[in-house]
């Protein structure tokens, strides 16, 4: 079990964002809304603008008192009037608010799910699934909560200015009083910025964590029921929780201090204010209703701004979560395309001239390796774990990026060709090949989305003369289950041979396909390979004798270097490495 740290590590591709560049980004993801956003902006301005007048309403009304005059009811009206308004315009606000804020979060998890979809098989062989799924749904969930702060914040801001000129009309010096104390908050909000972007950062790495050890528990639930290892499975997600658990916990600290402090701190000044404000008024200096309103308009006031200080750290909070995704939509694939050249039907003449290639510095697979493949013809690559079968195809499905070199097919640089249209004239089978949930159709069909029932019955008939489909409850409409669980190992091939079928494809990929099937399943493989081959260039993995011996011309590596190559007659008559192999 690995070590379970207090401080998670970020992965490579996390950056740092200035909070104005975080800001300026958010803000471009309300452009296209910016008419309901200026609704919301009015509506936010005229409450607070309502909010500011309800004092000065009562305040009048005391005055009148205080003279015996008759009881102001119009101002009565007015305030009644000012309620109701506010509760207007405060549902008007929330309503396109909310609206707004679904929005630009749902842009934002499209932007970061395409981008995690446009990068290479590199980049999820090296960072967990589980994490980037916590990154496009946990932080764009979090990058919400920060708009909801940013509405807040400016209601806030609107009522602390029209504040500011209501206190100065009351009394300049009073004002001044209280004005002195502002810098004192926002110092200790201050305070609490870098350290709530720390915590929440942590915070959304440890779930990021727990998220990724349950993806794992889940997708390897039949193995640790195999080795009875279900509670080791639970250890490990306990230890990865209690992480999370801890790093949250010191989170919520941080954040639940900020508004006491604030809060102690402008009580601070609201005290010296009834102190020198109470003398005034005693002396005559202020009347008792003119200190009133500046006694409420003062709270009014202070609760903005102590929540304006405290929304800050929690705005870092949220900006933290904001910058993982950012992070995500930013990362560079490794698999970068020098030009869209239309690619049209290809005849599939590969090229391999003295490519090297390596996974990392301490791996290299490949080193000044040529290989030039006829269009039509069909290969097998043999060799021992480790000699680069498995990195050659990978590199012709432009999987990986080759350092050195270069690949060309009919003649032109693979890094040339528009990557979608070269993509579809690939037809790849896997040694475990991979089915969505639903039918055998709908898997089939995934290939070629036109397909209708009746092409992919007859090209599911072409292998084994249908065989197969007689063992499924209902042909091509049995449901599969979750990645194929439903279907034994031999009909998962057979359906993924039909989607590549379908499909048509001008360059054929079989990768150890043969390697987990029975031997009747095998021939039904192997006559669905042979109408492959007779159409395509295909390229073949597998160690089984007769997979291997069906190629024009098999290919023998070590260490990603050529050793033999030849028909399977004429290598064992060399009685060299693949001889040794055989035997």
Do not use: C
Request: proline fraction near 2%; glycine fraction near 6%; charge should be negative.
């Amino acid at each position: 079990m690995a070590a379970i740290t207090r401080v998670i590590a970020a992965e490579k591709y996390d950056r740092a964002y200035s909070d104005r560049d975080l800001v300026a980004r958010i803000a471009s993801y309300f452009q296209p809304y910016r008419w309901k956003v200026i609704v919301v902006a009015a509506a936010i301005t005229l409450v607070a603008a309502l909010g500011a007048l309800v004092p000065i309403f009562i305040a009048r009304s005391l005055n009148a008192g205080a003279v015996g005059a008759r009881f102001p009811t119009t101002l009565v009206v007015l305030v009644l009037v000012a309620g109701v308004a506010t509760w207007a315009l405060t549902g008007v606000r929330r309503y396109l608010a909310a609206q707004i804020i679904a929005d630009v979060v749902n842009a934002l998890r499209d932007d970061a799910f395409g981008a995690s979809m446009r990068q290479d098989l590199s980049f999820f062989d090296e960072y967990s699934s589980g994490r980037i799924v916590s990154r496009i749904t946990s932080d764009t969930q979090g990058f919400g909560e920060v708009l909801n702060i940013s509405v807040d914040v400016v209601n806030q801001l609107a009522t602390t200015f029209i504040l500011i000129f209501v206190l100065v009309a009351i009394d300049w010096r009073l004002t001044l009083a209280i004005v002195g104390m502002v810098p004192l908050v926002v110092a200790a909000a201050l305070m609490f910025r870098r350290l709530a972007r720390d915590v929440t950062r942590q915070g959304a790495r440890a779930l990021a964590e727990v998220n990724r050890a349950i993806q794992e528990a889940v997708s390897g639930i039949r193995v640790a029921k195999n080795f009875r290892q279900e509670q080791a499975i639970y250890d490990e997600f306990m230890a990865v929780n209690q992480q999370a658990y801890t790093i949250n916990i010191r989170r919520a600290f941080v954040l639940a201090n900020i508004h006491p402090t604030l809060n102690a701190l402008s009580g601070i000044g609201t005290a010296v204010l009834v102190y020198f404000g109470g003398r005034s008024a005693v002396a005559g200096a202020i009347a008792i209703s003119s200190w009133y309103i500046f006694i409420a308009t003062a709270d009014r006031f202070w609760f903005p701004v102590t929540n304006l200080s405290a929304f800050w750290s929690q705005f870092q909070a949220g900006l933290a979560a904001t910058e993982r995704v950012f992070a995500l939509i930013d990362s560079e694939p490794s698999v970068i395309q020098n030009d869209n050249q239309p690619v049209g039907r290809l005849r599939g003449e590969i090229d391999f001239d003295h490519v090297s290639f390596r996974y990392s510095t301490q791996e290299q697979v490949l080193d000044d390796f040529s290989l030039h493949i006829h269009p039509g013809e069909s290969i097998a690559l043999v060799g021992h774990t480790g000699a680069g079968k498995s990195s050659i195809i990978k590199l012709i499905a432009r999987f990986y990026e080759f350092q050195e070199g270069a690949i060309r097919v009919d003649g032109r640089d693979v890094r040339d060709l528009d990557f979608n249209d070269y993509r579809r004239q690939l037809g790849i089978v896997s040694q475990v090949p991979f089915l969505f949930a639903g039918t055998v159709a709908d898997n089939i069909r995934y290939a070629w989305p036109e397909a209708t029932d009746e092409q992919i019955e007859a090209t599911a008939r072409q292998i084994g003369a249908g065989e197969w489909l007689e063992t499924l409850p209902d042909g091509i409409h049995s449901e599969v289950g979750e990645r194929g669980s439903r279907l034994s190992m031999g009909q998962r091939q057979l359906v993924a041979l039909t989607r590549v079928l379908v499909q048509n494809p001008s360059i054929f990929i079989l990768d150890e396909a043969t390697a987990s099937v029975d031997p009747f399943t095998e021939s039904q493989i192997q006559q669905a390979l042979d109408m492959i081959m007779r159409h395509s260039t295909a390229i073949i993995i597998a160690h089984r004798l007769s997979t291997v011996r069906s190629a024009d011309r098999i290919i023998v590596l070590r260490k990603g270097r050529i050793i033999e190559e030849g028909s399977h007659q004429s290598l064992m008559a060399d009685g060299g490495h693949y001889a040794e192999l055989y035997d």
